[in-house]
């Protein structure tokens, strides 16, 4: 059992903009057999990757024409750790909240292995 707060759920607003060190993100596995970011109860689908970091942009709503409401929050995350949201807030409720965390998520340990 997973202690208080349940990982990967929305805790608080997060400061964008800047390298947060010490919050936990995970990963989960897509239809694709690629991975998601999970990060303060939202779910990010992976952009690009570069030597060092990769892109991630809201998975909600975004492949949606232009006309509807298209989230335009972002993340980027360390190989070495570490995550910093782009500059735009999510313009929808989080989806993960409370009790309703998927039940494999994986560390970022996992994810990004140490040297």
């Not at 997973?2 to 060190?21: A, C, D, K, M, S």
Request: charged share 25%; hydrophobic share 35%.
């Amino acid at each position: 059992m997973f202690p208080f707060p349940f990982p990967g759920q929305f805790v608080r607003e997060v400061t964008r903009g800047v390298w947060l060190e010490r919050h936990d993100y995970f990963f989960l596995r897509n239809q694709k057999q690629g991975f998601n970011l999970v990060f303060n109860g939202y779910m990010y689908k992976k952009e690009a990757s570069f030597r060092s970091t990769v892109n991630w942009i809201c998975s909600d709503g975004n492949g949606k024409r232009l006309t509807e409401n298209k989230c335009s929050a972002r993340a980027i995350t360390k190989i070495e750790g570490g995550i910093k949201l782009g500059k735009n807030a999510h313009n929808h409720p989080p989806r993960f909240m409370g009790g309703n965390i998927p039940a494999k998520l994986l560390p970022k340990d996992i994810f990004y292995p140490q040297y």
